[in-house]
């Protein structure tokens, strides 16, 4: 496949340490990629070069990483953006959100918005690509899956339902180049306005009974949590009893 | 009102006495005097009293009769106070998921958000593209009701719909756009429509309080707070949904036509998933066998006829018919299908745990007393293994004839 392709990587955290790490949904990028294209795969990441957690997607067998070199609370979608128009790709991964920094999920968007390119939101498998037109999988909630076509160029977020990452490997993660590129840097000013903290537990919603009168309030407590509501079927004959069932499955449209 | 009936002593009495003030409100039925065209009391003497269970009419003057029952039926039907918005000095646009055509409960609890940003003055704007089932927009908190239908919008055209709300935010300019920040669809359309308007939004918002909102950043590990922006991807239960207020929903029309984008994504359908493959914790059908199957061959060409997730209870998998990863419950996984169908499975209460939280429940049992069935939306009592093989049949006739009718 003579494609083009970029996968887009940031820094993760772990959900429990907070340690720096190669970022879940980041790595899938780099798998998708991987699969697609092979050795051609290009890798590309917005921060500081010498994060060692960088090493970790060289570990998944690549030669290069491309870093442009920023300090961290720069904004990365401009320079991104001129990067990806020069580069010429034609299929660029990344992940959904990031795991460190505001993990607002808007970078592909707007990504896609500057350059103009379709997005496909939750991509699972690229099914083929033919005259600068690929047909994709889309993941959708519950496991299920639609087919679309798309136009190359094309911007595509992964998640949890692409290929599972591979192992990244110790010798390769040190053996590859991250290759460092001066940019220009751009401020992001929503740390004048906002502020990260800790993040505190929600509250548990509680069952607020706003009965007008004291009788009410007494059902309301002292009510059984359920039961009884329930159609039964007795003394029925197997057919019947499958007929009743069939009729509720099809009722909530699960039969396919 | 309790439907207990209650003897009013004094309302008897009154009744009794014929000499009372009283008295003739305290009669029921149909008047028995009247004043007639020329000023003369007229009275209808057959009108008084009932016919008795033997068939002969009783006049019952002890008042027992007359003097309770005549106001105990009235039973109380709340009526919520009405808030209008006459002439809305601000809009709050929300666009509901509609998963399935019907405000679901992230849903609400975003038209509640609004409903407390909107105050008295605002009116809360409900956006929603093509065809819906709801019929209870104004218990749920909507002020003005904008539907937008077309063609277009049908299947998945997530750059049309930006178009629509690009309309919408041209003709209200919404002080505040609320979408539910969830992977049914308002997460992707937010953010798209943030993404063309050019406005910085705020993610998965749990808490607004004060003129600012909190939302989880990055991997969940903080929060970060800050002034609240024009455009809101609100997290499931943001805030409390509204129960204490009825609403208009007037309808609303768009003054001008969307345009149309150039479609650059096509929708080819939906894609058959090997059912087996879907992780269980999010299969949307699963048919679970327990203690009660005997015959795992015919659960199995079940569960594949019907196109279902396996799930098993904890002493299948014990017994070692099923595999560990399928158990079902407290121990194994806990299950968000919208169909569970549980077959011989007696319901412990590790197992309800697991599938609490699912919608609709089906039993099908040998013992009609068992915990399984009051949980179950739809009981069958019978032998499974002929349910079962019934089942099958019923499933391929049910397939045939929709074969038939399309071609």
């Given at each position: 496949m003579n494609t083009k392709v970029i996968s887009l990587v940031s820094i993760g955290a772990h959900p429990s340490s907070g340690r720096t790490r190669r970022a879940e949904q980041d790595a899938r990028a780099v798998e998708l990629g991987l699969q697609l294209a092979g050795d051609n795969l290009q890798v590309l990441h917005a921060g500081d070069p010498r994060e060692p957690a960088l090493r970790a997607y060289l570990g998944m067998g690549l030669e290069q990483l491309d870093v442009l070199e920023q300090p961290s609370g720069a904004d990365a979608l401009g320079v991104l953006g001129d990067y990806l128009r020069d580069a010429g790709a034609q299929l660029v991964l990344t992940g959904s959100q990031a795991e460190t920094g505001e993990g607002s999920g808007m970078l592909p968007f707007l990504l896609a918005e500057r350059l103009g390119w379709p997005l496909v939101v939750g991509l699972a498998e690229v099914e083929s690509i033919h005259n600068g037109v690929a047909q994709v999988l889309q993941a959708l909630p519950r496991g299920q899956r639609r087919r679309l076509k798309v136009r190359l160029p094309l911007l595509a977020t992964v998640d949890n339902a692409a290929p599972k990452p591979r192992q990244s490997a110790f010798g390769p993660a040190r053996r590859g180049v991250l290759a460092a590129r001066q940019v220009q840097i751009v401020e992001d000013e929503l740390f004048t306005s906002a502020e990260l903290q800790p993040a505190k537990p929600r509250p548990k919603r509680l069952k607020v009974i706003k009965a007008k009168s004291g009788a009410d309030r007494m059902k309301a407590a002292t009510a059984k949590a359920s039961g009884g509501g329930g159609q039964v079927l007795k003394d029925v004959s197997s057919q019947a009893g499958a007929e009743a069932i069939l009729k509720l499955l099809v009722e909530e449209g699960v039969l396919r | 009102m309790s439907d207990i009936i209650r003897r009013d002593p004094r309302a008897e009495w009154i009744a009794r006495n014929r000499l009372h003030p009283l008295h003739a409100a305290m009669q029921q039925g149909q008047q028995h005097s009247w004043m007639g065209p020329n000023g003369v009391i007229r009275k209808n003497p057959h009108g008084v009293g009932f016919i008795g269970p033997n068939g002969i009419k009783r006049i019952d003057r002890s008042g027992a009769q007359q003097g309770t029952s005549n106001k105990r039926s009235a039973a109380a039907v709340v009526e919520l106070p009405l808030h209008q918005v006459l002439q809305p000095a601000f809009y709050i646009a929300v666009v509901p998921d509609m998963v399935g055509g019907r405000l679901g409960s992230h849903d609400r609890d975003l038209l509640g958000l609004a409903h407390s940003l909107a105050g008295s003055d605002g009116a809360v704007l409900a956006v929603v593209f093509g065809e819906h089932k709801e019929n209870n927009f104004s218990t749920a908190g909507v002020d003005r009701l904008l539907i937008i239908e077309g063609d277009?919008?049908?299947?998945?055209a997530p750059e049309q719909l930006v178009q629509g709300l690009r309309a919408v935010d041209n003709q209200f300019n919404p002080r505040h756009w609320l979408l539910p920040d969830s992977r049914t669809g308002g997460g992707e359309l937010g953010r798209r429509f943030a993404a063309a308007i050019n406005e910085r939004p705020a993610t998965r918002v749990w808490q607004v309080k004060d003129g600012q909102c909190s939302g989880r950043a990055g991997a969940g590990q903080q929060d970060l707070i800050r002034g609240l922006p024009r455009l809101i991807l609100a997290a499931a239960e943001c805030a409390e949904p509204v129960s204490e207020t009825r609403h208009e929903a007037l309808p609303e029309q768009l003054s001008t036509s969307v345009a149309r984008s150039l479609p650059r994504i096509e929708d080819l359908g939906p894609v058959a998933v090997d059912p087996a493959a879907i992780a269980m914790a999010e299969a949307e059908f699963i048919v679970s066998g327990g203690n009660g199957v005997k015959d795992w061959e015919l659960f199995h060409r079940a569960t594949v006829a019907l196109g279902a997730t396996e799930g098993a209870s904890r002493v299948a998998v014990d017994d070692g018919f099923m595999p560990r990863n399928r158990q079902v419950g407290a121990t194994g996984t806990w299950v968000t299908a919208r169909v569970y169908v549980a077959v011989g499975i007696s319901g412990a209460i590790q197992h309800l745990q697991g599938i609490g939280a699912c919608d609709k429940v089906v039993a099908i049992n040998m013992d009609p007393g068992c915990d399984m069935i009051k949980r179950a939306d739809l009981s069958v009592i019978g032998d499974s293994a002929a349910i079962l093989q019934a089942l099958i049949e019923a499933v391929e006739n049910y397939r045939n004839d929709a074969k038939r009718d399309a071609a």
């Open positions: - | 277009e919008f049908d299947g998945y």
